[in-house]
Every structure is written in C-alpha cells, then in structure tokens.
C-alpha cells in the first residue's frame, strides 16, 4: 500500500496567486514527522518545511506553510504569492518511527507545478 | 557553507563496466543515504550508513555497493551497470537529535549516470 500519496500528477497556477499542493499518508506510528522537498530541474533536492505528528500548530516557513490535517492523514502544501522560480517538482515525504529508522523517508510520487506569468 | 558535495555532476559509462559515485558532507552528519531516482519517479532509498553501520534496502540489487571510510565521504559502487540503472543518484544525509529523532535531510545536487 502506499505511505504517502500524492494525487496531483502537475498542478497550474497564475504568478502571485496561492496554490495548495495535496499530499494524504498511511503510518501506524504515533511518532512520525512529515516533509515538502522542492526538485528543480537541475535536480537538486531543496529541504522546504517540516512537520511533527506532535506539533499542534501548522509550520509556516516563509511563502511556505503546511496544512496538517492529523484525523484526515493529510499534510498539504499551501504557496502563498507563487513566483516563476517556483516552478518545479514538489515531493512529499514521512519519517516513520524513532531511532530505529535512521530517519529514513518515503517519498510520494511528485507533483510538478507549472507557473504561469 | 557547509553542505553536501557530489562528483561527478555528469556521469557516463558503458554497459557492464564497473564505475563509482562520490559524496562528501561537511555538515558533520552521522547518518548518510543514497537514493536512485530514475526520471519522474520518487527517490528510492538503496541503503544508508549510522556512523559505520551499513544498511541495505530489502530490494537494492546486489549490483550496488557502498563504502564509508570516514564520518565525511560515502561512495556508492556500481559493480556492472546495465540500462536500466541510468538514472540520477542522490546522496544525502542527516543527523541524530536529542530524543532519538532526526533532523531533515540534507541533499547534495545528485550525480546524473548514463549508461550506453
């Protein structure tokens, strides 16, 4: 079964508008923490923002902010103001587990976002 | 800056013949991964090292091996390449925090192989 979904195959949105990319997950663990990495095409993975199953509050980090759903398994990516360099693969990824995972993550399928001046 | 460094960016090599991918992090990072991401797929983790611990990923082929001579280099061995493992190769790494959790990882700009 798949740990971590991720519906939108390519996304659209207009320069300086929001766009909110899905992202649904499947654990078991109580501990776990959630991830957004951005892929450019040259293909670099850029680390964007993080979330702890603990945390009680969305995290927020700049344009970018995380809308956790705990009950739903949902962990969207909300970008406010979207600008032409945003344009790029997005992946959602979860760590499951405590010490013994080593942080491993599993990553969802991506989603490409196109932005259009 | 500290970060993660991969060599080399751009990698050819034939169909059989055996060639090594580097990775070096001055981020002082005690666990180090590498993943193989062929195009418009996800990141599949092959295997990654605690200190030196090695890991292997249940289905990484036995093709592929890694070494870790110190707590900054990690270099990934492609013992016979075949077509199929063309594809960019991600190494990344993280630390161990207080309470047993791990911080992000950390990704260097992959190493892109070709094989013809």
């Known amino acids: 079964a798949q740990k971590i979904t991720q519906t939108q195959p390519g996304m659209f949105v207009q320069e300086k508008e929001a766009v909110t990319l899905d992202c649904t997950y499947d654990?078991?663990?109580?501990?776990?923490?959630l991830f957004w990495y951005k892929q450019p095409s040259s293909g670099e993975m850029i680390f964007l923002i993080y979330?702890?199953?603990?945390?009680?509050q969305n995290a927020t980090e700049g344009r970018y902010s995380l809308n956790f759903q705990k009950a739903r398994k949902s962990a969207n990516l909300v970008i406010s103001a979207s600008q032409l360099g945003d344009s790029a693969m997005y992946f959602c990824?979860?760590?499951?587990?405590?010490?013994?995972?080593?942080?491993?993550?599993?990553f969802g399928q991506g989603t490409i976002l196109t932005v259009h001046p | 800056d500290a970060m993660v460094i991969q060599n080399p960016r751009y990698q050819v090599t034939q169909f059989g013949k055996p060639v090594t991918l580097s990775c070096s992090q001055t981020?002082?990072?005690?666990?180090m991964y590498w993943y193989q991401q062929k195009s418009s797929q996800a990141p599949k983790l092959l295997f990654h090292?605690?200190?030196?611990?090695?890991?292997n990923e249940a289905d990484t082929p036995d093709n592929f091996q890694s070494r870790r001579p110190n707590t900054s280099f990690c270099f990934l061995d492609i013992r016979s390449p075949g077509l199929g493992d063309a594809a960019m190769y991600l190494c990344?790494?993280?630390?161990?925090?207080?309470?047993?959790?791990?911080?992000?990882?950390?990704f260097g700009p992959g190493t892109r192989l070709t094989v013809l």
């Open positions: 990344a790494t993280s630390r161990r925090l207080a309470f047993q959790g791990y911080n992000e990882q950390f």
């Open positions: 990824a979860m760590r499951e587990g405590g010490s013994t995972s080593y942080g491993k993550l599993t």
């Open positions: 090292y605690y200190d030196k611990d090695f890991n």
């Open positions: 979330q702890g199953s603990y945390d009680e």
């Open positions: 654990t078991s663990d109580q501990s776990y923490g």
């Open positions: 981020l002082n990072h005690n666990v």
